[in-house]
């Protein structure tokens, strides 16, 4: 499972709308999804699974069990969610899960390069990069 970081926009349907389609936009948690306008080639994903940020309409999604965070694809680490490598102390359990998967994530990527992946996080928060030599390939 990929953690993926990304700039994400919302694309507006314009010739939709210029034609006078109704789109009402929502938070897009299950069952609150935006309507896009009938003739408009746009696909609205679901927020709790794509573009994940940790936020507390997201957080109540998962609690009340109308979405899984096993179900995650992209997520994005930052508001209250920070990077991994900041090594900060324990968040949303949103954030501990997704940050346990980047950490997977770079372990795999370690083993495959023949490297033992340093520690989580040393002593003190200090984070140490891998030792990579080199160019990464195509086979990558």
Known sequence: MGVCLFLSLFAVPKDALAAG????KAPDLPGNMTVSPPSARMKVLDRSVYDVIDTPDLQAAY????????????????????KPWMCDGPRTTLCNTM?????????????????KPPPRCKAGGKYEALPLAGPLTGRD
Do not use: K, P, Q, Y
């Not at 389609?21 to 009402?24: H, L, W, Y």
């Not at 940050?99 to 490297?115: K, T």
């Open 21 to 24: 389609e109704a789109m009402v």
């Open 63 to 82: 609690t009340s069990g109308a979405a899984s965070i096993d179900d995650v694809r992209v997520f994005h680490f930052t508001g209250g969610c920070v």
């Open 99 to 115: 940050r346990d998967r980047w950490w997977e994530i770079r372990a795999e990527f370690a083993a495959s390069r023949g490297i």
